[in-house]
């Protein structure tokens, strides 16, 4: 007995020598802010974003057939976001991450004859986003952790049916309001004493064809399909 019990008290000192040496090793790595959020379990906040965004555009097999159009292609142009952060920390180094929000966006189809523009389709949409995302964070240094972050995102087309829409696009086609995308991103946390300011870079791409085949119309009997895409950067402020 007097044994074991020498060896609990010997573990008992280590384990805790060993917590006040990593202790210590974060105070020397400068994580003075970062101790007011470790033991938080949530955090909320916001984020406002620029993206630019467009249509990656792949033809179908009438194109080879069409006389009058030989070149397609979605063009990237930029837009905000606004988004609310819901973190669930799970254990140190994972986060999972809810963040709806609303987002503006302008993108566009252009068509070409022998390289003369035949028409360029603008498109202009109002989203409802609700992304759930996995991060994960490195080790604490001088209160700032990298970061990369994945997932996926669901989008939903608030002006698909609108008047201005349709006579936007004239009835060449029509867009399918649900969107499912893929995200992958990188950042970095900053720890201050009042709030947690985060830089954020992501790539979203559509997962589902978003077209919706128009037979009675060429511009639409030559695109096979149409994907969504955007590059984020993103500011955050948690707390």
Same mark, same amino acid.
Request: net charge positive; aromatic share 24%.
């Given at each position: 007995m007097q044994f074991l019990l020498r060896h609990k008290v010997f573990i008992t000192f280590l384990l805790v020598g060993f917590s006040m040496t990593a202790h @210590?090793?974060?105070?020397? @790595?400068?994580?003075?802010?970062?101790?007011? +959020?470790?033991?938080?379990?949530? +955090? /909320?906040?916001? $984020?406002?974003?620029?993206?630019?965004?467009? +249509?990656? $555009? &792949?033809?179908?097999? &009438?194109?080879?057939?069409?006389d009058s159009l030989n070149f397609v292609s979605g063009l990237d142009r930029p837009g905000l976001n606004v988004n609310f952060i819901t973190n669930l920390k799970i254990g140190q180094y994972f986060d999972f991450r809810f963040i709806p929000g609303f987002a503006y966006s302008e993108r566009r189809i252009q068509f070409k004859n022998n390289n003369e523009i035949f028409r360029e389709v603008r498109i202009e949409s109002?989203?409802?986003?609700?992304?759930i995302l996995l991060r994960f964070k490195s080790a604490p240094y001088k209160d700032k952790r990298l970061f990369v972050v994945g997932g996926l995102k669901y989008s939903f087309d608030v002006g698909n049916n609108s008047r201005a829409r349709a006579d936007v696009l004239r009835d060449l086609? $029509?867009? @399918?309001?649900?969107?499912? &995308?893929?995200?992958?991103? @990188?950042?970095? &946390?900053?720890?201050?004493?009042? /709030?947690?300011?985060?830089?954020?870079?992501k790539f979203s791409h559509g997962i589902g064809n978003i077209h919706v085949l128009n037979n009675n119309k060429e511009e639409s009997r030559v695109l096979g399909s149409i994907l969504s895409r955007a590059l984020t950067i993103s500011f955050h402020i948690e707390g």
């Open positions: @210590a090793q974060l105070k020397r @790595a400068g994580n003075h802010n970062f101790w007011n +959020y470790k033991s938080k379990p949530f +955090y /909320f906040g916001m $984020t406002l974003g620029i993206h630019s965004s467009g +249509y990656l $555009t &792949q033809k179908s097999r &009438q194109f080879n057939q069409s109002f989203f409802v986003e609700a992304p086609f $029509t867009f @399918a309001p649900h969107d499912f &995308q893929f995200e992958v991103g @990188a950042g970095i &946390q900053m720890f201050f004493p009042f /709030f947690i300011f985060s830089p954020e870079i």
